[in-house]
């Protein structure tokens, strides 16, 4: 399929979660930060992910406390976690879940790049592509991201 895992973040939406399914790829990540434009609610995230197979689910979250983060993982089973802003390494130690960092720090699993996720040796882990929302429910044209998808094909 694809030569690198693939992880489709900021999704709000059922239209761009069915589309990252149908397009094979291997993450959907959900952003549980209410400041953030492409906020998702639990329940909004937990609706889409019942419509949905074959997908690992990715929860983003900006500067909220651990238990809040442990609290939304645990309830929607997700298969890992990104972390963006500083959080202290006990914080980090508390999440059980695969952790994303977009800083480097000791006890994270992988790091975050411009333009791809690497792990802790940079190693392409995932190539993020991001949600642009809906023009109108049901209607976004994906041809720009499904041509960069094709040239990513094996």
């Known amino acids: 399929m694809y ?11 059922l239209t761009t979660a069915r589309y990252a399914a149908a397009m094979m ?7 549980f930060d209410p400041a953030q434009e492409k906020y998702i609610t639990v329940e909004k995230a937990k609706e889409i992910m019942g419509w949905l197979s074959g997908v ?6 900006y500067s ?6 442990n609290a939304i993982a ?20 508390s999440i059980p879940f695969k952790k994303i960092l977009t800083v ?7 790091l975050l790049a411009d333009e791809q996720i690497l792990d802790a040796a940079r190693n392409i882990f995932a190539l993020p592509f991001y949600s642009h929302g809906e023009d109108e429910t049901g209607l976004i044209d ?13």
């Open 3 to 13: 030569k690198h895992p693939i992880a489709f973040l900021s999704v709000n939406n």
């Open 25 to 31: 790829l291997d993450y959907i990540g959900f952003c």
């Open 56 to 61: 690992k689910f990715i929860g983003e979250f």
């Open 64 to 69: 909220r406390p651990a238990d809040e983060i």
């Open 74 to 93: 645990m309830e929607l089973n997700l298969e890992m976690v990104l972390m963006y802003g500083d959080y202290s390494e006990t914080d980090i130690g």
């Open 104 to 110: 480097s720090r000791p006890p994270g699993n992988y």
């Open 142 to 154: 994906f041809s720009e991201i499904t041509a960069q998808l094709n040239a990513l094909e094996e």
